[in-house]
């Protein structure tokens, strides 16, 4: 079947501008997981989903970032006001249940680039 | 707070060469350990997991790797690599008592395999 999905594969977007990222979790998983990576570096936790709800969101680096998932399925992560330092590959996740040790499958990501 | 480090951050090996990646943890309770790999232009990838058991774990394409509690490391193997395990390996753990699979990465291992 199809794999974790993401859209825009890239975005540019101007210092300031409001940006939503989307993703597409394999069908049927529960939690649904979006991380950061900067370059050079491994990705970082932001925030994870078990259903509608967000469960952790201790990785969200300041208030204007957001995300949600109205349905249980896709997720949109939301940015305001960005800064050139957000400029990043967000990368989603989704997992069939909460198992620590469930497989996280990971989409292709978002290249964001922050002018 | 709990950290994983990769100590080798570029690995230029020649076909048939043995690989050894080091992966480090910092955590003194219960912990999943994963590898994680990234072919270019790829997205992330399971490689291997470990949960319990046996601390020496196999994976796909002939990699393996060993849990040594004592060390808190779990390095990652293949006896003879090839061309196309060109690719960044990343180490991930996350708390095996927690009921989510919010996974701490490492920074990375970039193998350049020559022909």
């Known amino acids: 079947g199809a794999g974790v999905s993401q859209t825009p594969s890239n975005k540019v977007t101007e210092k300031g501008k409001y940006v939503e990222l989307r993703c597409d979790p394999i069908s049927g998983h529960t939690a649904l997981y979006w991380y950061r990576q900067s370059l050079g570096q491994g990705p970082e936790f932001l925030i994870y989903?078990?259903?509608?709800?967000?469960?952790?969101d201790s990785g969200l680096p300041n208030d204007r970032f957001f995300a949600v998932r109205p349905e249980g399925s896709v997720s949109t992560l939301k940015i305001q006001r960005t800064e050139r330092g957000d400029s990043a590959v967000y990368l989603c996740a989704s997992s069939l249940t909460l198992d620590s040790r469930d497989e996280q499958f990971f989409g292709p990501g978002t290249r964001l680039t922050v002018l | 707070a709990q950290s994983v480090s990769q100590h080798n951050h570029h690995v230029i090996l020649s076909e048939a060469a043995s690989l050894e990646l080091g992966c480090n943890y910092s955590?003194?309770?219960?912990?999943?350990l994963f590898w994680y790999v990234q072919y270019p232009g790829q997205h992330l990838q399971l490689l291997l997991k470990?949960?319990?058991?046996?601390?020496l774990v196999k994976g796909i394409k002939g990699f393996e790797a060993e849990f040594i509690k004592s060390k808190f490391s779990f390095n990652l193997r293949k006896p003879s690599v090839q061309w196309s395990d060109t690719a960044e390996y990343f180490c991930a753990v996350n708390l095996g008592s927690s009921n989510t699979g919010k996974l701490i990465f490492g920074q990375g291992t970039t193998l350049q395999v020559k022909p």
């Open positions: 470990y949960f319990s058991g046996d601390p």
């Open positions: 989903f078990q259903g509608t709800g967000a469960a952790d």
């Open positions: 955590y003194g309770g219960t912990v999943n």
